[in-house]
């Protein structure tokens, strides 16, 4: 089992920046890809970057790249989620999610899921 608990949200004014992060506990914490999904108030969960487990690739939702930034530091099994030049609609409830396989994050599912932390940007 892995449990993930997540961090770091909050109320921020649009074109600021919030660092959201993940712990990952358990026997099985290793060697997982993990990834960052997100779901706002009536609408559909969506994904939203994710990273392997050596750090070295990395993946962005379209509405992510150039502003958010994930990386990861193993020794603190720890994930983290930068992301700057917020907009109104980055809204949401933002999951940690870890999976053996990062096609499954990247296709929008993962075995193991936090229970996310709100993420309030205002205009």
């Known amino acids: 089992q892995v449990q993930l608990v997540e961090s770091g949200g909050g109320l921020v004014q649009a074109g600021g920046s919030l660092r959201l992060s993940c712990a990952a506990s358990?026997?099985?914490?290793?060697?997982?890809?993990t990834g960052w999904f997100r779901q706002a108030p009536g609408k559909e969960r969506e994904f939203v970057a994710a990273?392997?487990?050596?750090?070295?690739?990395?993946y962005y939702a379209d509405s992510a790249k150039g502003r958010f930034t994930i990386s990861r530091d193993n020794a603190k099994n720890a994930v983290y989620l930068q992301m700057n030049s917020l907009k109104p609609e980055d809204t949401a409830v933002y999951y940690c999610?870890?999976?053996?396989?990062?096609?499954?994050?990247?296709?929008?599912?993962?075995?193991?899921w936090g229970r996310g932390t709100q993420v309030t940007v205002s205009s």
């Open positions: 358990g026997r099985t914490s290793s060697g997982k890809a």
């Open positions: 990273i392997i487990w050596s750090g070295i690739s990395t």
């Open positions: 999610v870890a999976d053996g396989l990062i096609t499954r994050l990247r296709a929008g599912t993962g075995d193991y």
